[in-house]
């Protein structure tokens, strides 16, 4: 998948979900599911600064720490991509220039790295003026210390915004977007951010990209929807039932799990990249691996379109 305009991507069409280390997953069981994810031709792992920092006794950081460490103890950092984000939340000042520095500098001590190759901006913040978070970013940039820069939860009037400065500056400008979007949920990436990302270029990689475990057939009725990953899941119940049955179908059609299936439908939308998503068995990580190469016919891709979140629309 190397594609020169997008140093920050490679491998197979799929980047690895990093919110689950530290969380759901611990120090021995993440490097396990890695081993699988580089067996299977993955190399995109996106993490953040900020995850796991819900868990209690955590602080930020954790996943970060792990994918670090697996790094190094396997001697494959120039094959990976690495991405991560800072700005969780999108807190005042978040994406100052001084601040953007000196996040960036922690993330690369606790990957064990002199830099990555994705850097996004883990939601926008409005103190911030956007020259200055443009500018901010193109510093780092030019440090050596960031290869190509990405946002995340980005309104499309905000975007473009920082697309024209980015412009009038002469400065690195985004390249890469990742928001919220499955088969069955748009969340964070209403059509006018997908029109925009495709207007300009922009590699999406979208997030939620399983619905959290919904778009893999797991949950059959309201009584599944336990604990925190249950409670996740459940948000995309209300127009997701109905793409179950599909799903199944053409599951059936092509011998892939349903997952596989919603992965392939939402690889094959305009200006997807590359989905993300996660794995906490070697098992799940296969399984995810293969849907990379599974290409839907027309037909089955517009089966699944009718019941997609943009159906009648």
């Given at each position: 998948?190397?594609?020169?305009?997008?140093?920050?991507?490679?491998?197979?069409?799929?980047?690895?979900?990093?919110?689950?280390?530290?969380?759901?997953?611990?120090?021995?069981?993440?490097?396990?599911?890695?081993?699988?994810?580089?067996?299977?031709?993955?190399?995109?792992?996106?993490?953040?600064?900020?995850?796991?920092?819900?868990?209690?006794?955590?602080?930020?950081?954790?996943?970060?720490?792990?994918?670090?460490?697996?790094?190094?103890?396997?001697?494959?950092?120039?094959?990976?991509?690495?991405?991560?984000?800072?700005?969780?939340?999108?807190?005042?000042?978040?994406?100052?220039?001084?601040?953007?520095?000196?996040?960036?500098?922690?993330?690369?001590?606790?990957?064990?790295?002199?830099?990555?190759?994705?850097?996004?901006?883990?939601?926008?913040?409005?103190?911030?003026?956007?020259?200055?978070?443009?500018?901010?970013?193109?510093?780092?940039?030019?440090?050596?210390?960031?290869?190509?820069?990405?946002?995340?939860?980005?309104?499309?009037?905000?975007?473009?915004?920082?697309?024209?400065?980015?412009?009038?500056?002469g400065a690195t400008p985004y390249t890469v977007l990742q928001p919220g979007y499955n088969l069955v949920w748009r969340g964070e990436f209403p059509r006018e951010l997908h029109h925009l990302a495709i207007a300009r270029g922009l590699a999406v990689l979208p997030y939620y990209a399983l619905a959290a475990g919904f778009l893999t057939g797991k949950y059959r009725s309201s009584d599944d929807f336990q604990g925190m990953r249950g409670g996740n899941a459940k948000m995309f119940s209300h127009d997701g039932w109905k793409a179950l049955p599909v799903l199944?179908?053409?599951?059936?059609?092509?011998?892939?799990?349903?997952?596989?299936?919603?992965?392939?439908?939402?690889?094959?939308?305009?200006?997807?990249?590359?989905?993300?998503?996660?794995?906490?068995?070697?098992?799940?990580?296969?399984?995810?691996?293969?849907?990379?190469?599974?290409?839907?016919?027309?037909?089955?891709?517009?089966?699944?379109?009718?019941?997609?979140?943009?159906?009648?629309?």
């Amino acid at each position: 998948m190397a594609d020169t305009r997008h140093p920050g991507l490679g491998g197979i069409r799929l980047v690895f979900g990093g919110n689950v280390f530290g969380w759901t997953l611990d120090r021995e069981q993440s490097f396990i599911v890695l081993d699988a994810f580089y067996a299977g031709g993955g190399r995109m792992i996106d993490s953040a600064e900020g995850y796991s920092s819900w868990i209690p006794g955590n602080k930020g950081g954790e996943s970060e720490t792990i994918i670090g460490a697996w790094l190094e103890s396997r001697g494959v950092r120039a094959e990976m991509k690495i991405h991560t984000k800072t700005g969780m939340g999108g807190p005042a000042g978040a994406l100052a220039p001084t601040r953007l520095a000196a996040a960036l500098d922690g993330s690369l001590e606790r990957l064990r790295t002199d830099y990555v190759d994705l850097y996004y901006a883990h939601r926008d913040e409005a103190q911030t003026p956007i020259d200055e978070v443009v500018a901010g970013f193109d510093g780092l940039v030019k440090t050596g210390k960031v290869r190509e820069l990405g946002a995340s939860n980005f309104t499309a009037e905000r975007l473009a915004a920082s697309l024209e400065s980015a412009a009038r500056q002469g400065a690195t400008p985004y390249t890469v977007l990742q928001p919220g979007y499955n088969l069955v949920w748009r969340g964070e990436f209403p059509r006018e951010l997908h029109h925009l990302a495709i207007a300009r270029g922009l590699a999406v990689l979208p997030y939620y990209a399983l619905a959290a475990g919904f778009l893999t057939g797991k949950y059959r009725s309201s009584d599944d929807f336990q604990g925190m990953r249950g409670g996740n899941a459940k948000m995309f119940s209300h127009d997701g039932w109905k793409a179950l049955p599909v799903l199944e179908a053409v599951a059936r059609e092509t011998g892939a799990t349903i997952g596989q299936v919603a992965l392939a439908w939402l690889a094959a939308q305009p200006a997807i990249c590359a989905p993300v998503a996660s794995g906490t068995t070697v098992r799940q990580v296969e399984e995810l691996c293969g849907a990379a190469s599974l290409e839907l016919s027309p037909d089955q891709l517009a089966r699944l379109t009718a019941v997609s979140v943009d159906a009648g629309t």
